[in-house]
C-alpha cells in the first residue's frame, strides 16, 4: 500500500470544519485591519532562502525540500512565507503604488524536520507581514492581531513572550559580548552549541540541552544592550500591549532562529501542546527587502502554525463546530423515478442549495436514516399517491411539520428552507 509521505497527514472531510472555521476567522481579523491576502508560489529559487534567511540557520542549513529541476535550476519549496512575500514586493514595485503594505496569507510550508506531535515536514502556516514603516504600532499590531485570532478560537492557555534584538550595530557588539563571556565555558558546551558559537551565537540560546542552559544562566542579555531607539520602540509596544490588555512576559533569551530579524521579536506559546509549544513566531526585519535587492524598506511581520493551534484547540477543547448540515434530502419513494428525483435535485442546487440523494438504491427506511445522519434540514418526498395526484411532501426535520406542494409551485421549496436557515441563523 502506498502510503502518505512521512511528516505529512491528509485533512480528512470530517477535519475541515474546524480548518474552515480557522481560516475564516484569520481573514475577517486581518481584514478589519486592512491586511491583504497574497498568494506567492509553492516554489522558489533556492537561493531567495538562502539570501533571505541565512545559510547559518537550522532551515537553509538542514531542512529545505530543495531540488534541481528538469532545466538545472535549484528550487526549493518553501519552508516560510516572508522571503516569498518580500519577494514578490519587490518584483511587481509594490511599495511604490502605496508606502504601506499589509499582507496576510495562509499556505503550506515544507522542513524536512523529526515529525512529532506538531512537527511535520507538510504544515500550514497563517501569518501577516507589514512593509513600509518602522512604526512600532505595526509591531504591537501584529502581536494583538495573532493573540485576537487565537483568543477567538477560544484559546486561553497562551503566553505572549517579548524581547528586542536592538538593530544590528548593537547586536553585533553583544555578540562580542556573549562570545567574550562564553569563551572559557564552550568546551562544555554541546556540539550543536558549539557549531553556534562560530556560526550565530545567539542561537546558543534556543539550545534545549540543559546544561548549554546552565552555563546561559549569568549570560549577558541582549535587552540589556540594545540602542536607545530600539529601546524607545520596545517601551512604546509595550504600552500597547498594557493599553491592549494582552498579557505579556519578557523574555530576554527570545532570539528566534533567523537572521533577518531586527529590534522586536515575539513568540506566543500554549500551555497546552507539549514539548512543539511555539504557536507562533514573528518579530520586525527592517533589512530584508534590501538584502533580497529591493530598495531599503522596513518590515514586520509573523507567521503561526496552524496544525500546533488545532491540537491546543483539541487540548484545550475550545472548538465546538457542529458538523455541516445538508439543506435537503430527496427521498425517492418509487423505484422508477430516478430521473425525477435527479432532476429536481439538479434544480435545487442551482439554487445554491446543499442537496443529496440516493444513488445506491436503497430502501425508503435506508434514506431516511441517510438524511438523518447528514443532518438534513428538509426532507422532499418524491412518489407514492402524492405525487400521482401532482403534488410533493416537505418535511421540515426540526419541527417535524410537513407540507404538501404541487409541483409547478416546486420553486417555492427554496424559499421555504432559505427562511428557515435564514431565521436558524439569527437565533444563534
Ligand atoms: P517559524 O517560521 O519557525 O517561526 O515558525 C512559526 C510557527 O510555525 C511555529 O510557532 C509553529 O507553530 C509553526 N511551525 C514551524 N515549524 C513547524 C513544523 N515543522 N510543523 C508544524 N508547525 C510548525
Known amino acids: 500500500m502506498i502510503k502518505a509521505i512521512t511528516g505529512t497527514k491528509d485533512i480528512l472531510p470530517n477535519e475541515i470544519s474546524d480548518w474552515k472555521h480557522l481560516e475564516s476567522i484569520v481573514n475577517t481579523i486581518f481584514t478589519s485591519f486592512n491586511y491583504k491576502e497574497i498568494r506567492t508560489p509553492i516554489f522558489e529559487e533556492t537561493s531567495l532562502f538562502a539570501r533571505g534567511i541565512g545559510e547559518e540557520t537550522d532551515i537553509v542549513g538542514k531542512e529545505m525540500y530543495t531540488f534541481i529541476d528538469r532545466s538545472g535550476t535549484s528550487v526549493t519549496l518553501k519552508p516560510e512565507m516572508t522571503a516569498s512575500v518580500v519577494r514578490a514586493f519587490i518584483e511587481h514595485s509594490l511599495g511604490k503604488l502605496q508606502p504601506l503594505n499589509k499582507f496576510f496569507y495562509i499556505s503550506p510550508m515544507f522542513r524536512q524536520e523529526r515529525p512529532q506531535a506538531g512537527r511535520q515536514r507538510q504544515f500550514h502556516q497563517f501569518g501577516g507581514e507589514a512593509l513600509g514603516s518602522t512604526s512600532p504600532l505595526l509591531d504591537a499590531e501584529l502581536i494583538i492581531i495573532a493573540y485576537q485570532i487565537l ?10 513572550k517579548i524581547n528586542s534584538l536592538g538593530i544590528p550595530a ?8 556573549l562570545r567574550d563571556y562564553l569563551k572559557d565555558k564552550k568546551h562544555k558546551l554541546s556540539e550543536d552549541s558549539r557549531k553556534r558559537y562560530d556560526m550565530n551565537v545567539l542561537r546558543i540560546f534556543d539550545s534545549k540541552v540543559e546544561s548549554d542552559q546552565e552555563i546561559l544562566k549569568d549570560a549577558p542579555l541582549i535587552i540589556d544592550h540594545i540602542d536607545e531607539e530600539s ?3 520596545f517601551e512604546i509596544v509595550k504600552e500597547i500591549l498594557d493599553k491592549s490588555n494582552i498579557p505579556y512576559e519578557i523574555d530576554p533569551k527570545l532570539v528566534r532562529g533567523l537572521d533577518y530579524y531586527s529590534k522586536t521579536t515575539f513568540e506566543i506559546i ?3 501542546v507539549g514539548s512543539q509549544s511555539a504557536l507562533c513566531g514573528g518579530g520586525r526585519y527592517d533589512l530584508l527587502v534590501e538584502q533580497l535587492g529591493g530598495t531599503a524598506t522596513p518590515g514586520v511581520g509573523f507567521a503561526a502554525g ?11 477543547k475550545s472548538l465546538n463546530i457542529p458538523a455541516e448540515n445538508i439543506d435537503l434530502y430527496v427521498v425517492k419513494l418509487d423505484e422508477n423515478l430516478s430521473s425525477e428525483v435527479f432532476d429536481l435535485g439538479l434544480k435545487f442546487r442551482k439554487e445554491n442549495l446543499a442537496v443529496e440523494f440516493d444513488y445506491l438504491n436503497r430502501s425508503v427506511k435506508a434514506q431516511m436514516r441517510e438524511a438523518n445522519k447528514l443532518k438534513a434540514r428538509f426532507v422532499l418526498f418524491v412518489g407514492g399517491d402524492e405525487y400521482k395526484s401532482g403534488k410533493l411532501n416537505l418535511k421540515n426535520m426540526s419541527t417535524g411539520d410537513q407540507q404538501l406542494i404541487q409541483i409547478p409551485d416546486a420553486g417555492i421549496i427554496s424559499e ?4 428557515h436557515i435564514h431565521s436558524d441563523s439569527k437565533e444563534k
Open 270 to 272: 500554549s500551555g497546552k
Open 231 to 233: 529601546k524607545r520602540d
Open 416 to 419: 421555504i428552507i432559505n427562511s
Open 151 to 160: 483568543i477567538s478560537l477560544g484559546l486561553k492557555d497562551l503566553t505572549v
Open 306 to 316: 496552524i496544525e500546533r493551534i488545532l491540537l491546543a484547540c483539541e487540548n484545550e
Open 170 to 177: 548593537s547586536r553585533e557588539n553583544y555578540k562580542k559580548l
